[in-house]
């Protein structure tokens, strides 16, 4: 069975400062591992993707994660927070063999930037 | 422009009502998929479909039922017996298992159910 475990519930970041936000999974085959932003009352876009190539995989809005399997981790960072960067971000999981195809998310990690 | 599209944006129901939320899309995927989602949680999944004609039950399908007659439409029906429906409810499609490999997943902008 897959799960991913996001760290915190909240961080609060100040305008311009690095963004870090902690996700580990649990799969038994290798895994798929997906962040997606969700800004309020709107559907969720994809930030960036992990499907075994690259380990440090770049995404939109400058936006970087690292696969680090020893770990079983897959953390967000950003070098510089903008304001409208705040919105809720979720880590997911998907494990290609189950046949299912879906995914499984995190609770979620609401970011604030504060001005 | 390619996408998703669910409707209605906001939806309030009676109890003991039916209710249909629209979903769809013009990506030609074949994958399609609902969530569920409520304060303070990550995404549940409640349908999937990888074909047209054929869906399989997630990890909430009770109370709910969805049909997929066409490819690019998967409307989910919320029914009476669904015990606490108020939630954001959020479509998504992809390009299907024939890829070999996870898909990416595109949502829809969502729609939020309200029981009065």
């Known amino acids: 069975a897959q799960s991913v475990t996001q760290l915190d519930s909240h961080v609060s970041v100040s305008e311009g400062t690095p963004v870090l936000l902690r996700c580990n999974y649990s799969?038994?085959?290798?895994?798929?591992l997906f962040w997606y932003v969700q800004h309020p009352n709107k559907g969720l876009q994809l930030l960036l993707k992990?499907?075994?190539?690259?380990?440090l995989v770049k995404g939109i809005n400058g936006f970087e994660a690292e696969f680090k399997k020893s770990e079983t981790s897959f953390h967000l960072t950003k070098p510089s927070a903008h304001m409208s960067d705040a919105a809720e971000y979720f880590c997911?999981?998907?494990?290609?063999?189950?046949?299912?195809?879906?995914?499984?998310f995190g609770s979620g990690t609401r970011l604030q930037v504060q001005p | 422009d390619g996408g998703i599209t669910q409707s209605p944006k906001y939806l309030f129901r009676k109890e003991g009502q039916n209710v249909t939320l629209s979903c769809e899309q013009n990506?030609?995927?074949?994958?399609m998929y609902w969530y569920r989602q409520d304060p303070g949680q990550g995404l549940r999944l409640i349908y999937y479909?990888?074909?047209?004609?054929?869906?399989q039950k997630g990890d909430i399908a009770e109370g709910y039922s969805v049909s997929r007659e066409k490819k690019e439409s998967f409307p989910l029906t919320v029914t009476s017996a669904q015990k606490n429906p108020t939630a954001f409810y959020l479509c998504?499609?992809?390009?299907?298992?024939?890829?070999?490999?996870?898909?990416?997943?595109?949502f829809g902008p969502g729609t939020r159910l309200t029981v009065l």
């Open positions: 998504a499609s992809s390009i299907g298992y024939t890829t070999g490999a996870a898909d990416t997943q595109y």
């Open positions: 799969s038994s085959y290798s895994p798929s």
């Open positions: 992990y499907t075994s190539a690259a380990t």
């Open positions: 997911v999981v998907s494990d290609d063999y189950t046949g299912r195809r879906a995914l499984t």
């Open positions: 990506l030609n995927h074949d994958a």
């Open positions: 479909s990888q074909i047209v004609n054929d869906f």
